[in-house]
Nanobody, 123 residues
Framework: QVQLVESGGGLVQPGGSLRLSCAAS????????MGWYRQTPGKQRELVAA???????SYADSVKGRFTISRDNAKNTVSLQMNNLQPEHTAVYFC?????????????????WGQGTQVTVSS
């Protein structure tokens, strides 16, 4: 059983920054590919960023150059640094463990999800 707990969400003004963190327990964290997804009302969850067990990163085109995913295997955490946030980034952000890389992209079919953290960008 894998437990994931996100933190760091909140309200921020346009142009501001937030850092989301996800703490994992109950697993060999370093072996998992990890990721951040987000969801807005009425839409499916979408990939924001992923990081492999070896530290290779990938991003949605919409956040490249703005968001940075990182992991600390010693602390069993994965983080998402979000800079220059805009209202369109408002969403619930979810941490996920055990992503599987497919030729078509990332699969979450065997994934473990956190409860999500709300990010609201508004003036």
């Amino acid at each position: 059983q894998v437990q994931l707990v996100e933190s760091g969400g909140g309200l921020v003004q346009p142009g501001g920054s937030l850092r989301l963190s996800c703490a994992a327990s109950g697993t060999i964290f370093s072996a998992y590919n990890m990721g951040w997804y987000r969801q807005t009302p009425g839409k499916q969850r979408e990939l924001v960023a992923a990081i492999t067990s070896g530290g290779r990163t990938s991003y949605a085109d919409s956040v490249k150059g703005r968001f940075t995913i990182s992991r600390d295997n010693a602390k069993n955490t994965v983080s998402l640094q979000m800079n220059n946030l805009q209202p369109e980034h408002t969403a619930v952000y979810f941490c996920v463990a055990n992503l599987v890389r497919l030729p078509t992209g990332w699969s979450t079919s065997g994934g473990y999800w956190g409860q999500g953290t709300q990010v609201t960008v508004s003036s």
